[in-house]
């Protein structure tokens, strides 16, 4: 890492008087992580992830920082909503909304003038918004999610999302939104989480080498379906806004298909421990937190406070927070991360004690700002500030 190398007593130093735990973005760490990848994005736009971020201060800071970052990717109409009313615009809701209360408020917030997007991959979605967008008053900008997956048959690579999986199903649902007059389609979304999500490396040779050959031909596919679609429906006479695609896992697979206007990125700007195993980009492990040792059953094994800050989806070793600092340190087999205490196994050159720290990377990006209401900023070796996350501002979507 050079300038960028951190070492445990490093932070230990910074943070020297700050109870734990706490939670922490080095901005020269995710500063770093901005620039990089804007050079891996070519001459695409950003839409920046909210979701892995989930601090306010943090996503206002990336928008200001470069004209490449345009927009917002929301995952829940609320935090819309709660986005706009702090001056954000341009916000894409990432999942289908249903519920009428949160639709009426998103048209409420369209008709102060502001960009909401909801999503749609099935015509029950699209009747249900057009339904309570009359009511309202308001013609509701929509996006229409495609499924990325891959299906060999003997294997379905990617996950469980959209009905969208053919050109002639997107043009069916393209058809249907035409008729209602209180909507119009602006965009298309294709997130290709079986690139975007999975990473390159295991502790297994022959599962990289199948990991490698599916993504390979999973891409292509990709790739011909979205621009078949979005193709298809320009052809039809409608001009589209956007079409969005990627992930900070598949940016260079991504960019290469001329379709493509935006990529999502959120994860990569905190780089969190799932990325560690990625081969063609590497950024810097900007967030972390940090626990306290409070036992010391057996010489090499110190028990922590708390700690247990799983990531969601399919449980596996990946989804538990990774021991950081100091460098060595590991967790326990058997035990693992645990809500009221984590022991970890340390046989290294730090002399550690009671009241020490242990610095934990979780698995995912924003899903740590789930634990702390608020988040630390440190830069040369002191903290410049402090924010507020999602859930320090009393908001929590899901």
């Known amino acids: 890492m050079g ?4 070492d445990y007593n490093y932070y230990k130093e910074i943070f020297k008087d700050t109870p734990m735990p706490y939670a922490f973005v080095d901005m020269e760490l995710f500063n770093k992580n901005s620039e990089d990848i804007i050079k891996r994005t070519g ?15 943090l996503i206002k800071k990336i928008l200001s920082s470069n004209s490449i970052f345009q927009g917002i990717m ?9 986005l706009s009313e702090n001056g954000l615009d341009d916000l894409l809701i990432a999942y289908p909304i249903f519920n009428e209360q949160h639709i009426s408020a998103i048209c409420k917030e369209i008709k102060k003038g502001k960009t909401i997007i909801a999503m749609v991959d099935l015509p029950e979605h699209a009747e249900q918004l057009n339904r309570i967008a009359k009511q309202e008053n308001c013609t509701l900008p929509v996006c229409m999610d495609m499924d990325m997956s891959t299906d060999f048959g003997f294997l379905h690579f990617g996950v469980r999302r959209s009905k969208i999986a053919t050109t002639e199903q997107a043009i069916e649902l393209f058809h249907q939104i ?6 119009r389609l602006d965009g298309l979304m294709g997130y290709e989480a079986q690139i ?19 993504k390979k031909k999973s891409a292509k596919n990709i790739c011909t379906l979205r621009s078949e679609i979005a193709n298809e429906i320009q052809l039809q006479g409608h001009k589209l806004k956007f079409v969005n695609g990627g992930g900070t896992g598949s940016m260079e697979t991504t960019i290469a298909e001329s379709c493509i206007t935006e990529i999502t990125v959120g994860s990569g700007f905190y780089s969190p421990a799932l990325f560690d195993n990625y081969k063609k980009f590497k950024h810097l492990p900007a967030a972390a937190y940090a626990i306290e040792i409070t036992r010391n059953p057996q010489p090499g094994i110190y028990t922590c406070y708390g700690g247990g ?6 449980m596996d070793k990946n989804k538990t927070p990774k021991p950081y ?22 046989k290294g050159e730090e002399k550690l004690s009671l009241g020490n720290p242990i610095f934990f990377r979780h698995a995912k990006a924003g899903e740590l700002c789930e634990h702390f209401n608020s988040l630390f900023f440190v830069s040369n070796g002191e903290i410049i500030g402090e924010a507020k996350t999602y859930r320090g501002d009393g908001k929590c979507f899901v």
Request: net charge positive.
């Open 309 to 314: 800050y799983n990531a969601s989806g399919a």
């Open 178 to 183: 035409k008729k209602l007059k209180n909507l």
């Open 196 to 214: 975007a999500g999975v990473a390159d490396f295991t502790d297994s040779i022959l599962k990289n080498f199948i990991i490698y050959l599916l």
């Open 74 to 82: 929301c995952y829940h109409p609320l935090e819309a909503i709660y």
């Open 3 to 6: 300038e960028f190398s951190r």
């Open 325 to 346: 600092l100091p460098f060595g340190a590991k967790l326990i087999k058997n035990e693992g991360a645990g809500e009221v205490q984590t022991p970890i196994i340390y």
């Open 43 to 57: 001459n695409k736009k950003i839409r920046i992830a909210s979701k892995s971020i989930r601090c306010l201060d």
